[in-house]
């Protein structure tokens, strides 16, 4: 896929960051006892000790290692032995050849110091990012309070209050090929200075610390020669994912420059999509202008689009698909029925058909070889592997359900049915609902709902994306009635029940509403949960 012709870079300079992050702060021992006991800890073969034996002997070895780390902090000075990794390969299943070596996955590891010291540094600049709201308002990627599911819902909802409009929709999916270890240092360097906002022994550590990287390969207890890094986030760090959005930071100021286009990203998946009614046609020149712009951005940040795994999907009625089609100019042969993005099947209506089919087949997969096992585990042991390999993906993205019909939410009430009797030694001509009720097993209508309300609580309560919480809207009423102070939520209009009706935006308020007074009052989300399954169990089962 070929995207446009190149346009000239957009100008995304600006004046200087009005705060400033100049240097860190030391920690104390106190403060290193509550980080490792916090991290997972895996061991390099650099290591002199293993993870275990480090964190039981850190009373003894804790005073020398806060010596280190907090010089590194006050002078600005990374030790080298902090800057080398280990590489092993891992075949990446078993199956394959393992004389190939396209089948193997790098894992790089870094020495449990060099873990330590990036923890308190990441756990400083992380501080500083979110209060002064740095971060790209719709990137997903490895921020707190953010997820998959939490973007994939943010797009859907806006993509479905389009079509409640009568406008269509093209979504673009984005693929950048290793993408993070081709970052340049400099321009790194640069973005944390100008746009970040870190200065003088901050911006000299992050300097030392990636420059003079260095990796070597263990194999067969092996190690080989070592290889200079001049490019690319360290892989297997703890900094290297949040130096990756930073350095992502302009090109959401690029894709804004297009006010018909709307984006999403997720680490370094990019998602853009643009709504349009049928005599706005025209609007897609913008997308494929934005697109150019992306390109050429990408090729100036030493960035490469993967233009084999980018997809474009067309969201509209059968009979506008071909025309929307011939506005596309090259992004055409791009077009896909179906595409998976961040583990979800969207399909040109949005009824997630395609991906229920899937889930349901994978579910009953894993349940046939449950089944295998029941006699090995005792019943606690099975309930936990059920929970394993059925549970987590009847509830992966399970707020996007909302675009399901009856028919398939039924379908997935099956696949909960039939692990409830394979748990319960449950006949199959035997009654269902006694069984969920014994379980404490909501069904799965109920399970998304327990899903939206949790999200809906937490973007009230500031725990969660910013874009979540502007697809909800607090009632204030035009004069103090008694409802005034019961936290309700504007529902808006919608026209069609299998569109805008199904939307986070319209759901999330309706479900909230009809809380008790007692539920949509409380601040604690530990006690909000087990009221509100409590709720829902009553509702389900009474």
């Known amino acids: 896929m070929s995207i446009g012709s190149p346009i000239s870079s957009l100008c995304v300079s600006g004046p200087p960051p009005p705060h400033l992050l100049s240097a860190f702060n030391p920690m104390t021992l106190h403060d290193l006892s509550l980080l490792v006991d916090k991290m997972k800890i895996t061991t390099c073969a650099n290591d002199i000790l293993p993870a275990g034996l480090f964190k039981n002997a850190l009373s003894v070895i804790g005073p020398s290692i806060l010596e280190i780390c907090n010089a590194s902090l006050l002078t600005g000075v990374v030790p080298r032995f902090c800057k080398h990794a ?8 078993s199956s394959l050849d393992p004389t190939q070596l396209k089948n193997y996955r790098p894992i790089s590891k870094l020495p449990l110091l060099s873990k330590i010291l990036e923890k308190v540094v990441a756990d400083q600049l992380t501080t500083f990012l979110e209060k002064h709201e740095i971060y790209d308002k719709f990137q997903s990627g ?8 939490t973007a994939l819902l943010k797009v859907s909802s806006d993509i479905m209050m389009s079509a409640d409009s009568g406008a269509s929709s093209v979504m673009v999916l984005l693929d950048l090929t290793s993408a993070f270890d081709t970052i340049d240092h400099t321009i790194l360097i640069n973005r944390l200075r100008d746009i970040v906002g870190v200065s003088g022994l901050a911006l000299q550590w992050f300097r030392l610390y990636l420059s003079n990287r260095s990796f070597s390969v263990f194999a067969n207890r092996f190690m080989s020669h070592s290889k200079d890094l001049t490019c690319g986030v360290p892989q297997g760090s703890v900094l290297g994912p949040i130096l990756f959005l930073l350095y992502m930071l302009p090109l959401g100021l690029i894709i804004r420059q297009f006010p018909e286009v ?7 998946d990019i998602q853009l999509y643009c709504s349009f009614k049928p005599m706005e046609v025209h609007k897609l020149s913008s997308l494929i202008n934005c697109l150019a712009s992306i390109e050429q951005w990408l090729g100036d940040n030493y960035l490469q689009l ?5 997809e474009t999907l067309i969201i509209a009625p059968d009979n506008q698909i071909s025309l929307i089609k011939q506005h596309l100019g090259s992004l055409g042969s791009s077009v896909h029925l179906s595409l998976r ?4 099947i969207f399909d040109s209506a949005m009824s997630l058909e395609q991906h229920s089919r899937q889930l349901i087949r994978n579910c009953l997969f894993q349940l046939r070889n449950i089944s295998k096992l029941r006699t090995l585990l005792s019943k606690s042991e099975l309930e936990m592997v059920i929970h394993a390999f059925i549970s987590s993906r009847l509830d992966y993205c399970n ?11 039924e379908r ?11 748990l319960t030694k449950t006949r199959k001509r035997e009654h269902i609902t006694p069984v969920l009720r014994s379980l404490h097993w909501l069904p799965v209508h109920f399970r998304i709902h327990f899903k939206i309300l949790v999200l809906t609580f937490k973007a009230l309560n500031c725990d ?3 874009y979540i919480s502007d697809l909800l809207e607090p009632h204030t009423p035009s004069r103090s009635l008694r409802s005034s102070n019961q936290r309700l939520l504007v529902v808006p209009r919608t026209r069609f029940k299998t569109r805008g009706d199904r939307s986070f935006r319209a759901v999330a308020p309706r479900l909230w509403n009809a809380l008790p007074p007692s539920l949509r009052c409380l601040d604690c989300i530990y006690s909000f949960k087990k009221q509100l399954k409590t709720h829902l169990f009553r509702l389900a089962f009474n």
């Open 86 to 93: 280990v590489v092993e390969p891992i075949l990446k299943k």
């Open 142 to 149: 490895f921020r707190k309070s953010h997820s998959t599911e």
């Open 262 to 268: 709307s984006y999403h990203f997720y680490a370094d």
């Open 306 to 310: 993967n233009s084999e795994k980018s």
């Open 341 to 344: 993005y961040l583990g979800v």
């Open 399 to 409: 707020s996007l359900f909302l675009c399901l019909s009856k028919r398939n939410l």
């Open 412 to 422: 997935l009430q099956l696949v909960q049915n039939a692990a409830a009797r394979l």
């Open 464 to 466: 969660a994306p910013a």
